[in-house]
């Protein structure tokens, strides 16, 4: 008879968690996705005989390697580097490369996971992955960020590869570090590809990438609402993170006839009653990225607002939620106190930014909520567009890509009403993006066989 994994939850759970020992981020991803896709599952005979929830759960593969760079004052440093290529079923493996001293190669695979299902729900066709270093940026000079960035790609440059695989940014990866990876990618291969995504305007970058993210979380969160009846104007947000994404979703929630009255980073956040509007939103821009400063100073920059110093903003009334830094960053008790004071809607621009248990609270009381993989699809697919345009050696106009975000967003959300609809009025909108993830990915995988 032949072996299927026709077990329970948590016997398969037991399973991912002794076949990865000491990764939690990597095992409550699998675990969250799981949930939905056991129910989906029940009735589907050749999943089950194929394997192929175990098989999705286990990456193609994880690279590990050593960067070895020198630092101003002469000292050689060593990090370790991680490519996580998770699964290329449906296309390349694509996905972010985020430095910060918290990465390890649990963040990386529970990552590379999530944007396995986050690619597929786009319907462009791109694989997932992920990547990225345990060094941390901040406070470092250029030209030690430029040595460093040129190391890692030394290493990297032999695994990617335009139709192989395309990292692009994430946390603590922006422009500059792009610039530079792809600079040495450049001259270590002598070819000019389309190999990393988010890159300069003058050298391949596509109009509107460095919006899509926040503004498609923003796209997604109004259709939720529209679905209901309703819409962002007049509507109160509060926002974590003041980077990329974070900034991004303001702006649009600003756009939109919302009000922004929290930002934050990982020193604190902080509460301006009268709003955040466009001028601040700037202020903030130039003074996190460019300047590299803490949104602690914008207490002092602007009357009436407040700095919060080690807190997070959750306990702040609003209507609209927007979890835009880092992961587990909303827990259960913040998510009730967000339940208790009114919200009514939550879009993840994050990456798994709600704990398990704060997602089930979310899902208990039936309020809006959007899982990261379907709200902040936004990057990713403008960076499908971007790989699309390099492919073809030109640059659509940024009206074009405008509207196709948008349609990506709703083409995501009807995907997910698709597979979450409980038929009273209530959207799972993570059931339905598991599900909608989950089965285009296997599909594919069931008709390569057992490879
Ligand atoms: P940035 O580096 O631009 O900004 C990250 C922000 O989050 C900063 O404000 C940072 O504060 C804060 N932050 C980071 N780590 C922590 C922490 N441990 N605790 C509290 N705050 C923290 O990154 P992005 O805006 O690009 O990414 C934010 C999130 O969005 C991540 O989860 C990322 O994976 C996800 N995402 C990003 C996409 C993109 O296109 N950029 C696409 C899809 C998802 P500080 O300055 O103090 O470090």
């Not at 009846?229 to 980077?243: F, M, R």
Request: one cysteine or more; a negative charge; glycine letters at 12%.
């Amino acid at each position: 008879m032949a072996v299927t994994d026709h077990v329970d939850l948590a016997t398969f759970m037991e399973g991912v968690k002794r076949r990865n020992p000491h990764q939690p981020e990597f095992t409550q991803a699998v675990q969250e996705v799981a949930e939905d896709i056991f129910d989906f599952m029940e009735d589907k005979e050749e999943y089950h005989s194929q394997q192929i929830l175990r098989r999705i759960a286990e990456p193609d593969r994880v690279i590990s390697f050593r960067v070895c760079w020198e630092d101003d004052a002469g000292n050689i440093r060593v990090q370790r580097g991680w490519r996580v290529q998770n699964n290329n079923a449906i296309g390349p493996y694509k996905g972010g490369i985020r430095f910060h001293p918290s990465v390890t190669e649990s963040v990386l695979k529970f990552l590379a996971f999530e944007q396995t299902f986050k690619n597929a729900l786009t319907g462009l066709p791109m694989g997932g992955g992920k990547g990225g270093s345990n060094f941390n940026p901040k406070g470092k000079s250029d030209r030690e960020v430029m040595r460093f960035c040129q190391s890692f790609m030394t290493e990297l440059y032999r695994h990617i590869g335009a139709d192989t695989d395309v990292p692009a940014g994430d946390i603590g990866v922006g422009g500059r570090e792009i610039g530079y990876m792809f600079g040495q990618y450049k001259r270590i291969t002598n070819q000019f590809t389309g190999v990393l995504t988010g890159k300069g305007m003058e050298y391949g970058g596509s109009m509107i990438r460095p919006e899509a993210t926040g503004y498609g979380a923003v796209y997604f969160l109004a259709e939720m609402l529209k679905h209901r009846g309703d819409g962002v104007k007049g509507k109160t947000a509060v926002i974590s993170g003041s980077g990329n994404v974070a900034t991004h979703a303001a702006e649009k929630i600003t756009q939109l006839g919302g009000k922004v009255v929290t930002m934050s980073d990982s020193g604190g956040f902080i509460h301006d009653p009268d709003g955040i509007d466009q001028e601040k939103i700037n202020w903030i821009k130039q003074h996190k990225t460019h300047r590299r400063g803490r949104i602690s100073d914008y207490a002092d920059e602007f009357m009436g607002s407040t700095f919060h110093p080690g807190k997070r903003p959750w306990h702040v009334k609003c209507d609209l939620a927007l979890p835009c830094a880092t992961q587990n960053e909303l827990d259960a008790d913040e998510a009730t106190a967000l339940i208790d004071n009114g919200s009514i809607a939550v879009s993840e621009g994050a990456n798994m930014p709600t704990t398990l248990e704060g997602t089930h609270r979310f899902k208990a009381a039936r309020i809006m909520f959007a899982p990261g993989k379907a709200a902040n699809a936004g990057g990713v697919a403008v960076s499908g567009l971007e790989m699309s345009q390099n492919s073809e050696r030109r640059s659509w106009k940024e009206e074009e890509l405008q509207q196709m975000l948008l349609d990506i967003m709703q083409g995501i959300h009807t995907r997910c009403i698709a597979y979450g609809d409980q038929g009273d009025g209530y959207v799972d909108y993570v059931k339905g993006a598991n599900i909608a993830g989950f089965k285009k990915v296997a599909d594919a995988m069931l008709a390569f066989g057992v490879v």
